[in-house]
């Protein structure tokens, strides 16, 4: 049996802006494509389908067309819900789509109720069977109680959830051969869980070490974008499309698994294809006006650090006169050495008069000195409003 991990497709998420559901269709036709060039039997969605709990119309079109698409290439699709998601509109009608052959799991009640697949085609009724399990995203402080978990912390509701599937997993392996695929919507470490250190934390989120996942077949992780391997059978697919800079030099694609009567055979990469290419750039104004190496720049979505000493005059309608689809605009000046640090009272206090105050203002809050025509502006409307006062 085939299978295609997935997860993060975050449909109805903008790029800094751009609407991305042109971008997200043409991901959706590639996944529908790889489905029947690759004979996969099951899609696997680990999370966060949607961007947020309330999707648009259009969003949702794109999710049923997506549906329609891929069990009409001929496999079947089991969904888990991710932090984006709203559980509750996510799973309407999961027991009818399971008709057609989309298996939702978005509720605690459904953690140990796989999705059974026959893996012996000779003996299909008492031969090796395959248990699909999902775990969707547990925010412990909602469901710690209900998992019956010791606190509430990420490691001890996911522990809980992994549990209940030890023990269903462990009473259908009595009379048959059972492998397992679990999709979880989690923060995974590499680490090793112990009775002193249970709940790690990363980066002020909470994660849960790797081997609460052992002894199952395959684990088809979500929740981070880059695709990435824990180990052989725990892996993040990673979002199908990038959405942020931070993700310019990911290789965005899935995995393709395959899981026979012994076990799990062999897992490789799917890439998937990029509609824009990303591009982060770095320099000094000028510079990245006239490079000829960044010919491929102008037809990507760009961020671009400015590095000159002061903030170039009118610099976005500038480098969108060359790179049009500049989205993120920032400025970084070299060797500004101190003064880049000196408060803004520490100016106000070097003042000597009106016309010296508002020009150190005007280099606040644009990174720029005030040039002499902007200075002369500044001086005449001081003059206008002490004229103005003199007459009052």
Known sequence: MRLLHTSDWHLGRSFHGVGMLD????FIDQLVSCVRDESVDVVLIAGDVYDRALPGVDVVRLLDDALVGLTGAGARVVLTSGNHDSAIRLGFASRLLERGGVH????????????????????????AVLAIYGIPWLEPRLVADQLGAETASHF???????ERIRTDLAARSESRTVHSVVLAHTFASGGISSDSERDLSI???????????????YTALGHLHGRQELSPAVRYSGSPLAYS?????????????????????????????????????????DQLLSAGDLV????????????DAQRPAQAMEKLRARFPDTLVLGFDPEGSGAA??????????????????CCGFLEHVRGRAADDAEAAV??????????????L
Do not use: M, N
């Open 23 to 26: 971008a997200q269709r043409a």
């Open 104 to 127: 939702l799991r978005t509720r605690l009640a459904e953690l140990d109720q796989p999705v059974l697949l026959p893996l012996d085609a000779a003996d299909p009724d008492a031969g």
């Open 156 to 162: 001890e509701v996911t522990r809980a959830a992994t």
């Open 203 to 217: 980066g002020g989120v909470g994660a849960v070490p790797l081997d609460l996942f052992d002894g199952f077949s």
């Open 245 to 285: 800079f931070s993700e310019a030099q990911h290789r965005k694609g899935s995995w393709l698994l395959d899981i026979g009567k012994d076990g799990l055979t062999g897992v490789r990469e799917v890439l998937w294809e990029a509609p824009r290419t990303l591009a982060v750039l770095r320099g000094k104004l």
């Open 296 to 307: 491929w720049a102008e037809t990507a979505y760009c961020q671009i650090t400015l590095t």
């Open 340 to 357: 880049a640090t000196t408060s803004y009272s520490s100016r106000l206090a070097e003042a000597t008069d009106d016309l010296s105050i």
């Open 378 to 391: 500044l001086a005449e409307a001081l003059e206008a409003v002490r004229l103005e006062g003199l007459s």
